[in-house]
Structure formats: structure tokens, C-alpha cells
């Protein structure tokens, strides 16, 4: 099965600094991959996803933007954090064809104050 | 597009009770998953449905998708605490987008 390392775990990062988190993917090639928020007590937003190498596709306006340099490699970026940014964020991965579960990385917690 | 709905965010029950959720859709759905996020954890999944009237089993879970595919259902036989934690129903898209409903936090007491 896939392994998808996420980091940090746990982040605080001040109002106006950049971001920058990391998904990288173990055990599998060409993956769908996806980010999402989780606010405290809360959904799974979907904020993006990727079918391919330099292929984004966005669900929510805000201040985040995504890259993937890589097959196995997506990366949430922002400029400038907003308190409003805080969450849980999560890397998911599917297989197309192979597998129908999305396996998810362990998240990153993030507090913007 | 398609999404799926689950009310209520929020159920309690004493151990040993049955639990039953459901995940709605106004749309045909053509596929329903169900996963299961741990206190402080991440998703982790559970189980795909995809044809009419589909009912599956993992111990005490039993799921169903409707005959209509416009709603699933997940049951759970004398909840135990090992049962805590929050339950979503996922749609994949044929566009390949995976959206989730709001999900539901179960809590269980012993």
C-alpha cells in the first residue's frame, strides 16, 4: 500500500509570514493527490487537487496556492497567512485503477497567530 | 456538482447501543465511501459502495447504499469505545475530485 509522509506535524507561524508544506508519496506512481483543511471540529474541505505533474486544479479562492514538481510531490504554499488559515491540513493519494481508497498522510497542524 | 450531505455532526450514545448514520445525496450518486477518522488522527477508509442496494459487512459495521444511489447508510452493531471518532461519507467524481460530507463525531459512553 501507499505511504504518504506529511510535515511538520505541528506548526505555529505568524500573521503575514509564507508557508510552505510538503506531501511527498511512497508505493505507487502516477497518484491523484489532494489537499485539504480541516478547521477544529470540522469537514474536509477539498482545497486542491492534482492528476498529474504540474496539474492543479483549485475548489477554493483564498490566499493558498499548490504545486506539483513532482509525480510523487505536492506542495500548499501561501505568501501571507491569515489567522483564518489555521487547521489541520491533510495530504491524500489515490491510485487510479489500482486501488479505489484514498490513503491519507498524518496532517499538519497549523495555528497562524 | 454532486455532493453529499450528513446530519447530525454530533451523536452520543452509552456503549453497548446500536448506531446508525446517514450520508444524502439530491443526485445519483455512482459511488459512496466511508471513512473513519480516530480523535487526533487521519482519515483512514473503511469501505466502498457501488452498486444499488449494496450492502457490505466488517464485523459489526454493516453499510448500504440506497436503491436509488441517492443515499448510504452506516450501521453499527453495540457500539464499544473503540467505536469513538468522527465518520465521513466520501463521493469520487468522474473528474477524479474526492469531496467529503461535513462528517459525524460519534462519542460512546462506557
Known amino acids: 500500500s501507499q505511504t504518504i509522509h506529511q510535515w511538520p506535524a505541528t506548526l505555529v507561524q505568524p500573521v503575514g509570514s509564507p508557508l510552505s508544506l510538503e506531501c511527498t508519496v511512497e508505493g505507487t506512481s502516477n497518484p491523484n493527490l489532494y489537499w485539504y483543511r480541516q478547521a477544529a471540529g470540522r469537514g474536509l474541505q477539498l482545497l486542491f487537487y492534482s492528476v498529474g505533474i504540474g496539474q492543479i486544479s483549485s475548489e477554493v479562492p483564498q490566499n493558498l496556492s499548490a504545486s506539483r514538481p513532482q509525480d510523487r510531490q505536492f506542495i500548499l504554499s501561501s505568501k501571507k497567512l491569515l489567522l483564518s488559515d489555521s487547521g489541520f491540513y491533510l495530504c491524500?493519494?489515490?491510485?487510479?485503477?489500482?486501488?479505489?481508497?484514498?490513503?491519507f498522510g498524518q496532517g499538519t497542524r497549523l495555528t497562524v497567530v | 456538482g454532486q455532493q453529499v450531505m450528513q446530519i447530525p455532526q454530533y451523536q452520543h450514545v452509552q456503549e453497548g447501543e446500536d448506531f446508525t448514520t446517514y450520508c444524502n445525496s439530491s443526485?445519483?450518486?455512482?459511488?459512496i465511501q466511508w471513512y473513519k477518522q480516530r480523535p487526533g488522527g487521519h482519515p483512514v477508509f473503511l469501505i466502498q459502495?457501488?452498486?444499488?442496494?449494496e450492502v457490505k459487512k466488517q464485523k459489526r459495521l454493516t453499510f448500504q447504499f440506497g436503491e436509488a444511489k441517492k443515499n448510504s447508510s452506516l450501521h453499527i452493531t453495540a457500539t464499544q469505545t473503540t467505536d469513538v471518532g468522527t465518520y465521513f461519507c466520501g463521493l469520487r467524481g468522474a473528474n477524479s475530485k474526492l469531496t467529503f460530507g461535513k462528517g459525524i463525531t460519534l462519542s460512546v459512553r462506557p
Open positions: 491524500a493519494s489515490i491510485t487510479p485503477g489500482r486501488n479505489t481508497e484514498a490513503f
Open positions: 443526485t445519483t450518486l455512482s459511488n
Open positions: 459502495l457501488v452498486k444499488s442496494g
